[in-house]
């Protein structure tokens, strides 16, 4: 069965691509295992000298990369641009420290040497999504190649051409044939990649309920597996806050890629003495960004990346508002055969509304009234997810100890937007899913931590 990207800006099918068949997936382990072997032996420097070069080849690549995302996910061009730039950088930034983070640590026992050492697993496997279709997978593929392990690569249906775009630099950065591939399957073979042998983890960045399903299959093969599932940030804005500047960190957040970010800013918890002057300047702010074609450098919102993912965000406001939210900005679907799906700003969002409980993964604002901030702190807190946060106050020291002590999520930011960086660890708790991509925590994910003892 054929997968086909569809342009979310126009309808348009833009290529369809032969799905390979289970003996073709069978073929692709069988080839990346064999090139494992010699990749697990390789040095660091040389391992590292490639990432270097990834990272060039991105950037020799990144106006074609942009394009690429822009037709076939609507991401903004000018933002497919910084995306590109990301991953350059996270290649850079594992191969200036991988070396460290992977050093043998001496531990002193009764044995006359002992230490621990990191040994890459084998084969890694990713199921990737569509809303980052560069850096999700950069992201975990620059540590897993330099620890020295392989990896396979399941993207998203709607972005093929990424997924091809990346295995193809890899081996323009002079990585061994096969150390990466892409398989171009639907869901119904995740499983059996899963179940062979010769993978040893897994990686899903995804939805909540996508995670569970291959959490319970890892769990039954005793496999790893590290994920990286939906979020409903909370941004706290106290009433001290620079209003300002925290509502441009705010619509920001809410509006990038679209609003189609897992750690986008999606519900806006603000003290009651200020919430009508900041709902003013949100207001105002999200009116002020220009939605259209994502090939246009001006463009700060696309469309959405499907026009089934369009209906079902609609869906969710209309629900919303039919239970007492307010819609002061957007709200209703543009005409054409698109997925467009305009800034969106609801008021009045309660307990019970799909604004509150779910996410909204599009640019859809909610405001929700606290009346003072350990209200505040509880309506942040109120939610299955637990990936990302942020709180806006002019008292830094109440702001640090909120975020490090009050706020349930895998990251907490004070008076800025909430954002993944390659220096630091990335992920979430609750249904947010659990372990950690990036940084030191994100290479010792995937590696045999050993122990050696010598008398």
Request: charged content about 20%; some cysteine; overall charge negative.
């Amino acid at each position: 069965m054929p997968i086909t990207s569809i342009n979310p800006a126009t309808g348009q099918p833009i290529q369809s691509y032969t799905e390979h068949s289970p003996q073709q997936v069978q073929e692709k382990i069988a080839q990346t295992q064999e090139a494992w072997k010699a990749w697990r032996l390789t040095s660091m420097s040389t391992r590292t000298a490639k990432l270097r070069q990834l990272a060039t080849v991105l950037r020799n690549r990144k106006q074609q990369l942009a394009a690429l995302m822009a037709l076939e996910m609507g991401k903004p061009v000018k933002q497919g641009l910084a995306e590109v730039e990301k991953c350059a950088r996270c290649s850079e930034y594992y191969a200036e420290h991988a070396g460290a983070h992977l050093q043998d640590q001496l531990i002193p026992t009764e044995a006359s040497k002992s230490y621990v050492s990191f040994q890459p697993l084998g084969i890694v496997f990713a199921i990737m999504p569509w809303n980052f279709p560069l850096w999700q997978v950069i992201r975990f593929l620059a540590p897993a190649l330099a620890a020295g392990n392989a990896a396979l690569l399941k993207h998203a249906s709607n972005v093929p051409g990424c997924a091809i775009a990346i295995e193809e630099m890899v081996l323009e950065a002079g990585f061994p044939q096969f150390i990466f591939q892409t398989l171009l399957i639907s869901s119904k073979q995740v499983n059996a990649v899963l179940e062979h042998p010769y993978v040893m983890a897994a990686t899903l960045t995804g939805s909540s309920p996508a995670g569970k399903e291959v959490a319970q299959k890892a769990g039954s093969l005793l496999k790893k597996v590290v994920l990286e599932l939906g979020g409903s940030d909370p941004y706290t804005i106290l009433a001290d806050a620079d209003l300002e500047a925290a509502a441009e960190a705010c619509v920001n957040s809410r509006l990038i890629n679209s609003g189609q970010s897992c750690i986008a800013a999606k519900r806006f918890i603000v003290e009651a003495p200020i919430v009508e002057a900041f709902t003013g300047l949100m207001l105002q702010k999200m009116k002020a960004k220009n939605m259209g074609d994502p090939l246009d450098e001006t463009t700060d919102i696309g469309p959405q990346a499907r026009a089934d993912l369009r209906e079902e965000l609609h869906e969710q406001v209309q629900q919303s508002i039919a239970k007492g939210a307010v819609c002061l900005l957007g709200g209703e679907i543009p005409p054409g055969k698109h997925a467009f799906y305009p800034p969106t700003l609801l008021t009045n969002v309660r307990p019970g509304m799909p604004a509150y409980e779910e996410e909204l993964f599009g640019p859809v604002a909610a405001i929700i009234r606290a009346s003072d901030e350990a209200e505040a702190i509880a309506i942040a807190n109120d939610t299955e997810f637990g990936l990302g946060s942020a709180i806006f106050t002019r008292d830094l020291e109440k702001g640090e100890r909120i975020a490090r002590n009050e706020l349930q999520s895998g990251s907490s930011f004070v008076n800025q937007l909430v954002q993944s960086d390659s220096r630091l660890p990335f992920g979430g708790i609750k249904t947010s899913g659990f372990g950690r991509e990036l940084g030191m925590f994100g290479i010792h994910e995937f590696v045999n931590i050993k122990t050696i003892s010598i008398k």
